[in-house]
């Protein structure tokens, strides 16, 4: 598998979070960089790459089923090699675990542009190839990446994490915080647009302390600001925002911006100021509110999102009333819910009054069933409003309908025909259920080209 070598296909198996999607798309710049190919049929690729996630251990869970799978897939075809890379290579114990079972590479998330070169030593003879960097280095700009085909990209603006909330792995598995140059994500952002992307998303763990440790006095609205200023890129998004963090001054930069779309995901985590404190997040409900009510006032049709997890260590039935309590005064748009899920090497894993799995599972059924409520309601005070969407291609669930998205983040089904994709509509909203809206064109302008 070197540019003089018969042609050669990997498939990439991703997991986890969008910066996980993004790290997928430089592997597969690199790969394509040696002379491979996408091989769509996992099964039939030389290469195949576990990009996997450790933020929960169901998360876990699925990796090593798949893998488990593509070993066996493996011993019927020697040639094949397996690589894991991504969060879960930053454990230790599952490094071992994996060796064990027959990983051929091993790489994380601070060397993943290495990858050729442990492919290359694989091929030298070495058997296992296992490398992985316990630290970040100096941020790598401008290695080779395939981008996935569209309209929408995702940019990373900082990696890693400070915040060490103590149920996290994340800060253990991506390192500290640091943040890109400014000049580089403009001269990212610019190629993008000139390549024909409409619509990008900023990445980092906390947006909203983008900028610490740069030369330069330079922060997350100031940023907002710059990409909004370029021309061409019609949809910015970011996430996520984390509450402490919050500046006045980065909810006027979006109140004020043109293309800064009207949707924030800021989790809450948890109404109970006992565990928020347990949790490490450096807020209180009360802040919290105050902040919602802020951004509300000042950005008009604004949606606010979350993450929520239940049944983090000692959360009592008072505690997790709470959380229903804050959800009902937040009425967020939408939000993931997770069960608390321990992990090793955190602060929260060593915690006393662990929470049995039954009771995780009847908070998370009440909690959802408050919050699919909560949704359905506003999506329902939605229908007969118009909305511009930005088409992103036939919907999954119904092909012969396409599905686009509000600024605000809201998926609308209408009927449409696909050439339509990447291009900004206006649709009356005839329906709002949950998780989607129904929609039809506007202005009596007929959608169908
Ligand atoms: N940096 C982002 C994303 C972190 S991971 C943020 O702060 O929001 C995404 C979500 O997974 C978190 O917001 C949290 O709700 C959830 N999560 C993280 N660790 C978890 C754990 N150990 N158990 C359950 N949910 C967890
Ligand atoms: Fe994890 Fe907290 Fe960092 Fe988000 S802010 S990645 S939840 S430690
Ligand atoms: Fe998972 Fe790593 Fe993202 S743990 S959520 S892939 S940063």
């Known amino acids: 598998m070197s540019p003089t070598t018969e042609p050669w296909g990997y498939h990439i198996f991703t997991y986890g979070c969008q910066m996980n999607v993004r790290d997928s798309e430089i592997m597969a710049g690199l790969l394509n960089s040696q002379g491979g190919t996408l091989q769509n049929q996992a099964a039939l690729a030389d290469l195949i790459i576990f990009n996997t996630c450790s933020v ?11 893998l488990g799978e593509y070993l066996k897939i493996k011993n019927s075809r020697p040639g094949m090699i397996i690589a894991f890379g991504g969060c879960m290579a930053q454990i230790p114990e599952v490094v ?71 149920y996290c792995i994340v800060p253990y598995t991506r390192g500290r915080e640091r943040s890109r140059r400014p000049q580089d994500i403009l001269a ?13 998303t900023l990445l980092g763990q906390n947006v909203n302390s983008y900028g610490q440790g740069l030369p330069e006095a330079f922060d997350f609205a100031d940023l907002l ?49 006992e565990v928020l404190k347990r949790m490490n997040r450096h807020y209180s409900r009360e802040h919290y509110l105050e902040m919602v009510a802020k951004i509300r006032e000042r950005i008009p049709g604004v949606a606010i999102s979350s993450d929520l997890i239940v049944g983090f260590p000692g959360e009592t039935q008072a505690d997790f009333e709470e959380t229903l309590e804050m959800v009902e005064k937040v009425r967020f748009d939408s939000a993931f819910t997770f069960m608390y899920s321990t992990r090793t090497g955190t602060q929260a894993a060593k915690l006393p009054d662990q929470i049995d799995l039954r009771t995780k599972r009847e908070r998370l059924l009440r909690l959802n069933q408050l919050q699919y409520a909560i949704a359905a309601e506003i999506n329902r005070g939605m229908e007969g409003k118009i909305e511009e969407i930005m088409v992103e291609g036939p919907s999954k669930t119904d092909y012969r309908r396409m599905t686009g998205r509000t600024r605000t983040n809201r998926i609308v089904i209408f009927e449409g025909c696909p050439d339509l994709a990447g291009e ?11 998780f989607s809206l129904f929609g039809e064109a506007a202005d009596g302008k007929s959608i169908m080209k």
Request: hydrophobic share 35%; net charge positive; glycine share 8%.
């Open 56 to 66: 929960r251990h169901s998360a876990e869970n699925k990796v090593y089923g798949k």
């Open 96 to 166: 071992n675990r994996v060796k064990r079972m027959g990983v051929d590479i091993v790489f994380g998330t601070h060397n993943l542009h290495l990858l050729p070169q442990l492919i290359e030593r694989h091929h030298q003879g070495h058997k296992k190839v296992v490398e992985v960097w316990p630290e970040h280095g100096e941020i790598i700009e401008a290695l080779p990446s395939q981008r996935n085909p569209g309209w929408s990209a995702f940019v990373n603006i900082m990696y890693g994490c400070n915040n060490y909330c103590s």
């Open 188 to 200: 990212e952002l610019q190629a993008l647009a000139a390549d024909g992307f409409k619509e990008v």
């Open 225 to 273: 600001a710059m990409a909004d200023s370029i021309p061409g890129l019609e949809r910015i998004r970011f996430t996520t925002s984390h509450p402490k963090d919050m500046s006045d001054k980065l909810i006027d930069t979006i109140a004020g911006g043109r293309n800064l779309c009207e949707h924030i995901h800021v989790p809450l985590q948890a109404g109970s100021n």
């Open 424 to 434: 900004l509509l206006r649709v009356k909203i005839t329906k709002g259920n949950t």
